[in-house]
């Protein structure tokens, strides 16, 4: 790895360390302002629905400038959102504006790599990219919720400053040659070549089982993290301090399997580790056995690992068949859409199981199964599909 893939690692660690130390400054202000408690959860809703309503358009914008300045001018709308929110907008919008920004950065800090790096390195790359955010989530989690619970509006602060910083890194990453520019900039055309790009990648068979795991992947993962909270109140008489400490061993984990995955998984061979995910989903069927601290804690760190080790590879292979197919910024734009209507599909799922007041073991259960099953038929569709091509 040379120097311009350690800066663009650098920029995507400090701009994820400033995203989620913000939820919890966010999160602070709404408490300041005496804000309805379902405001909390609904911060999330309005950071999520600009990947979506902006996927047609995020992946052209990432394809026709070099993705340094891309990635640039997203932090930038970061800024201008969290400044918005420390001089005093409705944190609510404030967070959604910020949400444009990831929503624009995210297919850019992935594109890039399969432009500067060539095929071989991918796996590698994506393993430390995963590795880098992951400890950022963890680290911005620890730093937000220390410094908001003491003034949120020093963490706003700090939180402005790091996404400046982050701004500086990316004015140096080195420019690439621009990839399947648009020849059309009409938000009509856009929406026609997302349409084709998402048509595309479906109708491609890797790129239709590693876009069916991920989507699958981040949904499941945004809902465990709901779960494992719900869960440690129940079977752990954990406060919600304590239960957040357990979701960090997820994260933890999910570090390590990336690290794992790029160490010793090939591009080639990406589609190899999806028994890693029927594995993870019966795992999760299994804390309904436990009933102490240290084992549940063990228990969600091979969660986590089995979760990096198996989703690294497939990140790596949509990306690639992304790039030959549609451009990298295109995929990243289709990924985002997926991914983040299955967050919202899963975890609009677990709140009906909550207001239908389902056990909290019976709703382990089922998320274990459910994770478990989608992932043997995804393998088991594949390997169909493969076979008479043999």
């Known amino acids: 790895m040379n120097s311009g893939f350690y800066l663009i690692l650098a920029a995507q660690f400090v701009s994820a360390l400033a995203d989620n130390a913000l939820l919890f400054a966010a999160i602070a202000l709404l408490q300041e302002m005496s804000a309805p408690s379902w405001h909390t959860p609904l911060l999330q809703e309005f950071f999520i629905i600009s990947y979506i309503v902006l996927a047609p358009f995020v992946g052209s914008f990432a394809d026709a400038l070099p993705k340094g300045r891309v990635m640039f001018i997203s932090n930038a709308i970061k800024f201008v959102g969290s400044m918005a929110m420390l001089l005093g907008m409705q944190p609510l919008y404030a967070y959604g504006i910020v949400g444009i920004g990831a929503a624009a950065y995210s297919p850019a800090k992935y594109g890039i790599l399969t432009e500067y790096l060539p095929p071989h390195m991918l796996v590698k790359a994506n393993g430390w990219m995963e590795g880098s955010t992951v400890m950022a989530i963890i680290l911005g989690a620890i730093l937000g919720g220390k410094l908001a619970s003491i003034d949120p509006h020093l963490c706003m602060m700090l939180i402005i400053g790091l996404y400046m910083v982050a701004a500086g890194f990316n004015f140096y990453i080195p420019k690439v040659p621009i990839d399947h520019k648009l020849p059309k900039k009409n938000p009509l055309y856009m929406l026609s070549d997302f349409w084709h790009s998402f048509k595309v990648l479906w109708n491609d068979p890797m790129g239709q089982v590693s876009l069916a795991v991920t989507t699958l992947f981040w949904g499941a993962g945004a809902t ?21 400490q357990l979701t960090a061993t997820v994260a933890v984990g999910i570090a390590v399997g990336s690290v794992l995955a790029a160490r010793y998984v090939k591009l080639e061979d990406s589609i190899k580790v999806l028994p890693a995910g029927i594995v993870m989903g019966l ?43 549609i451009g990298a910024g295109h995929s990243i ?52 599909q493969k076979a008479p091509n043999q």
């Open 224 to 244: 465990l993290r709901l779960v494992v909270l719900a869960w440690a109140a129940y079977a752990l008489n954990f406060g919600l301090d304590h239960s957040t």
């Open 283 to 325: 795992l999760v069927m299994g804390m309904v056995l436990v009933h102490s601290w240290q084992i549940a804690s063990v228990l969600l760190f091979l969660i986590g690992v089995l979760s990096g080790y198996f989703v690294v590879p497939l990140n790596a292979l949509l990306q690639h068949r992304g790039h030959i197919l």
């Open 333 to 384: 734009a289709v990924q985002n859409f997926n991914e983040n209507l299955g967050i919202l599909l899963l975890i609009g799922a677990y709140t009906l199981m909550v207001k239908a007041d389902l056990p909290v073991n019976l709703i382990v259960l089922t998320f274990g199964l459910f994770v478990s099953l989608s992932m043997s038929v995804i393998y088991r569709l594949y390997c169909t």
